[in-house]
Structure formats: C-alpha cells, structure tokens
C-alpha cells in the first residue's frame, strides 16, 4: 500500500481533473506544466501575465491563459473550475532583481492574496504557494558556513527585505486559510533552483546559469576574465528543476504537510568560488577571476536543513550539482548560439 505521505497527483486525482498553474510562463511554472502533461493530465490551464510568445515553455495540448494575477477578477477566471491551483507566479530574480526591485516583488503579495481566496471560492482541493528560503532570518547568514536553516528558523522573523517578508507574509495567509476556513494549502521554500529553461540573462537570472553563461561568453569572445560578484566566499545550494517538480507534486499531495511550510532544496553547500570552478570544468577553461564588491551578493551562506522532508517524504532533491550544471551548461550554450543567430530565445 502506498504510504499516506507519499502520495502524488498520479495517485489522487483523476486524469481529467482541472490543474490551474499560475507563472506558467516562467522557469518552474512551465516545467510543472510540462511534468504533469507527461503523466496523462488531461486538463491543465496555465497562467502568466506575459505574452505567450515569450512564455519560456509552452506544452501543446494545455490551455494557456495571458492574464495579470495581480488582479482578482483574473485570478477568479483562472481558478475556475479548478481541483488544484499551484501559484509560481512573482516577480522575481536572482540577487541582481531582488535586491534592486524590493517594491515589486512585494508587490506579488497582491498575486497570492488573490490567487488563494479564488482558489477557495472555486472550491478547489487544494492550492500550493511557491516560499523561498528568503522567507529565513538573516541573522542566520551572516556567515558562509552558517549551519543549515531548518524550518523553524523563519521566527523570530527577520526575513530578506521585499521579497523574503513577501513570501512569508503569503505563508501566513495559507496558514490561515486552513486555520480558519478549512482549505487546504501547501507551502515550499524553495532554495535556489536551476536548469534548462531558466532565466540565463537579462538581470533576473540566479548564479548557476549566470556563471554558465559567462564561462560561454568568455569562450566564444576569446576573453580569460570573469567576473564575479562579491568575493566569491557566499554559499548557497542549488536544486536542479526536475527534483523540484517532483518535490512540489509529493509536498502538495502529503497529509502531513497541510499548511506546514518545509525546505526544498538540496543540501550540497558550495560556494560561488566553487560553482565558477565547476563551470569552468565544464566549459573546458580558467578564466582570471576579478572580483566585483559593489554588485548585489546576498546573504554570506545559505543552505537548506534536510532533515524534515526526509522524515516526512522519506526523499530530499538528490540530483549532483555537476550532473544537473552540465545540462544547464549544454543548454545555455545552445540559447547563446540561438541568439548569436538572431534566433529566439528564452529570456
Ligand atoms: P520566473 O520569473 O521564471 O517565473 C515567474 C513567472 O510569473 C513569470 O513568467 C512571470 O511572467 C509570472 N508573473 C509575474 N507576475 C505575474 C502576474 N502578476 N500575473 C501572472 N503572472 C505573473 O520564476 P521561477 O524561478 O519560475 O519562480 C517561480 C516561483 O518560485 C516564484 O514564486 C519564486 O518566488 C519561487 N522561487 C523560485 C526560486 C528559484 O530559484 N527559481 C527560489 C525560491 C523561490
């Protein structure tokens, strides 16, 4: 029999039930779309406010709505008739967008207030909210080898300005959803995820792909410089995408984690240093290293405690960093051709 908490949409919903997903032009969005279209659902409807031919996936077969979440009448349309609504819409980025755009990504406060009352007047099943382990208490990070955060750390809170005080403020509002109206939510922190399909540049992209696509750059213009943000000693984990969609499907159908907010991410620490050195391996180079103090770094270390999803789900992401860069990398290489070609590209 299979455990209560390790259930999945493929063992609790019907084929044809309605899955509403909300930033499905985005990086994760579209790879949730994607990663339940595989499994045989028949009905899914993707949101995002952008056009769709900028959406960075589109899967055929799936209804895709062009829609501002931020607004409530849109919201109401987009959970029509849904059994389960997964919000991955925000306006985010890496450190370069958070730390620089902190009213705007506060300002996605507005997507999940509305996005879970709509799913509540639908009547739906069930709703997911997309956290960040920027939801943490900084105090906590203030070294690189800070110890890992476990989720009771978010209080006292002390989260990243704008958008980690965002997340947690959602947090709170799915919390009592379930405390007061009995609706059932589901809240991941996320930490830093990459992969194909991710934002590679324009501003908004995290580490993993921008070391990646510099190594790229530095090759194809025959430089032997990069340059690095801050001095290279910050940690973080990354989690590669495809563990991601498989950890919100186990994390949205677990009893256990009705309204309890868990860590998803893995729980290899590495540190920018080290993640340039695993690019440049795999790029088949060394660059000189010039170290810029002024650009937006973040917190000094950051990783994510593990032990809590492993009890529940008897799992934790476990792809290699170096197995899941080497895919970024080929497919980032790919794009960098694409747009030298005057192709279209994801960004
Ligand atoms: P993304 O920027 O690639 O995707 C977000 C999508 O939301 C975009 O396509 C954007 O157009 C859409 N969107 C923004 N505002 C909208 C609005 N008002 N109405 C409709 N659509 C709107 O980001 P992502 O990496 O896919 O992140 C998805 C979710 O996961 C976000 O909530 C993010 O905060 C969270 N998260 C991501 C990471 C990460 O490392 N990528 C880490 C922690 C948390």
């Not at 980025?93 to 996605?108: A, D, N, P, T, V």
């Not at 270390?301 to 032990?307: A, F, K, M, V």
Request: hydrophobic share 35%.
């Amino acid at each position: 029999m299979v455990k209560k908490s390790n259930q999945i949409a493929a063992t609790t919903l019907n084929k044809n039930d309605l899955i509403v997903i909300g930033g499905a032009g985005g990086f994760i969005g579209g790879a949730l779309v994607r990663y339940f279209h595989d499994q045989g659902f028949t009905r899914i409807r993707a949101v995002d406010k952008k056009p769709l031919p900028d959406w960075y996936q589109r899967t055929p077969g799936v209804e895709c709505l062009c829609m501002d979440l931020q607004y409530e009448d849109n919201c109401k349309r987009a959970c029509e008739d849904a059994v389960e609504v997964y919000n991955l819409a925000a306006d985010m980025g890496g450190m370069g967008f958070i730390e620089r755009f902190r009213i705007e990504c506060l300002r996605s406060i507005l997507i999940n207030t509305h996005m879970v009352e709509a799913a509540y007047r639908a009547g739906a099943k069930r709703f997911f909210f997309s956290s960040s382990a920027c939801a943490y208490n900084v105090e906590l990070q203030k070294d690189p080898n800070s110890r890992a955060l476990k989720e009771t750390d978010a209080y006292p809170a002390m989260a990243e300005r704008g958008y980690g005080w965002e997340k947690l403020m959602s947090e709170m509002f799915c919390q009592e959803y379930w405390a007061e109206r009995g609706f059932e939510t589901h809240i991941a922190r996320f930490h830093n995820v990459y992969g194909p399909w991710g934002t590679w540049v324009g501003g908004r992209e995290k580490a993993p792909a921008a070391m990646c696509r510099k190594v790229i750059e530095a090759k194809d213009t025959g430089s032997d410089e990069i340059i690095i943000w801050g001095d290279g000693t910050q940690t973080r984990s990354f989690m590669y995408i495809d563990d991601c969609v498989k950890g919100v499907d186990m994390i949205m159908h677990c009893d256990e984690l009705i309204a309890v907010p868990i860590n998803l991410g893995t729980s290899h620490l590495i540190s920018i240093n080290d993640l340039v050195s695993l690019s440049e391996k795999i790029g088949g180079v060394t660059l000189k290293r010039i170290y810029d103090p002024d650009m937006p770094k973040g917190v000094a270390g950051r990783n994510s405690d593990n032990t809590f999803i492993k009890q529940i789900l008897n799992w934790e992401p476990d792809t290699p960093l170096e197995d899941g860069l080497k895919k970024t990398y080929n497919w980032i290489e790919q794009q960098h051709k694409d747009r030298k070609a005057g192709k279209k590209i994801v960004d």
